[in-house]
């Protein structure tokens, strides 16, 4: 009941925002209104408030051009319209905007990686409104600096490793998951941006944080050892500079 009345709650909130024409606000509180009625009980109010708030939102998204994320949202108006009866034509025009979003990012190669992103970006949204999901959270949030990370977007890549790093310290028994984004940090900074003082720094706390588990698997074991491998070229490089 919880999650229903704050869902029809951010929906109010969504609509006074429209009124006064404030795009920004309107979608998050749709966002957010979203987020809570897709845990609440499957019932016809709540799927028709979901309906419509994922609707708006995808309407809003893609009038702005945010294709990736609007064509999610109309994916989950057309699963929410699915289940209600006499909703085939709403449904039907959600497919039909999404295939106007493949056109769109055919000619947008750039935007194209975050149809890969926009599922965990979604899953991050529901879980943000539950108790104690911080590892949940950073889970996905790893998972979408990975995809960054494997496309080259560097910078962004970082960003969302230190988001997974400090949703994971917010939780309990995470160290291996911490040593993780640890190493995939020393990895960049070593690598494409070429930061030694920030890659040493990563390694050395990855190290630690590897050090700290009584057992790790052989891949584990693999990226323990190369942590120190760095570490140890990282200082022999820094002391020469320092030198």
Not at 63 to 87: H, R, V
Request: charged share 35%; hydrophobic share 40%.
């Amino acid at each position: 009941m919880r999650h229903k009345t704050e869902g029809f709650a951010w929906l109010d909130q969504a609509r006074l925002a429209r009124q006064h024409s404030d795009r920004v606000d309107e979608a998050e509180a749709l966002r957010r209104s979203v987020a809570h009625l897709a845990l609440a009980e499957i019932e016809g109010e709540a799927l028709r408030g979901r309906a419509a708030a994922s609707h708006r939102l995808a309407d809003l998204l893609a009038e702005d051009g945010i294709w990736p994320e609007a064509m999610q949202a109309y994916q989950e108006a057309a699963d929410a319209y699915g289940l209600l009866p006499n909703y085939g034509s709403e449904a039907a025009e959600c497919a039909r905007r999404i295939r106007d979003g493949v056109r769109a990012l055919r000619s947008r190669p750039y935007d194209r990686l975050y149809l890969l992103t926009a599922r965990y970006e979604r899953e991050i949204r529901s879980l943000e409104v539950q108790a104690d999901t911080e590892k949940e959270r950073g889970d996905r949030a790893f998972h979408i600096a990975e995809i960054l990370h494997r496309r080259e977007r560097h910078l962004e890549a970082v960003s969302r490793y230190e988001e997974a790093l400090g949703l994971y310290a917010q939780a309990v028994e995470t160290e291996l998951e911490q040593a993780h984004c640890c190493k995939k940090l020393g990895d960049l900074f070593f690598g494409p941006l070429e930061d030694d003082v920030r890659a040493f720094s990563c390694y050395r706390r990855a190290e630690r944080l590897f050090d700290l588990m009584e057992f790790l698997p052989e891949l584990d074991e693999r990226s323990r050892y190369e942590c120190t491998r760095r570490i140890r070229d990282l200082a022999t490089d820094l002391s020469d500079i320092r030198g």
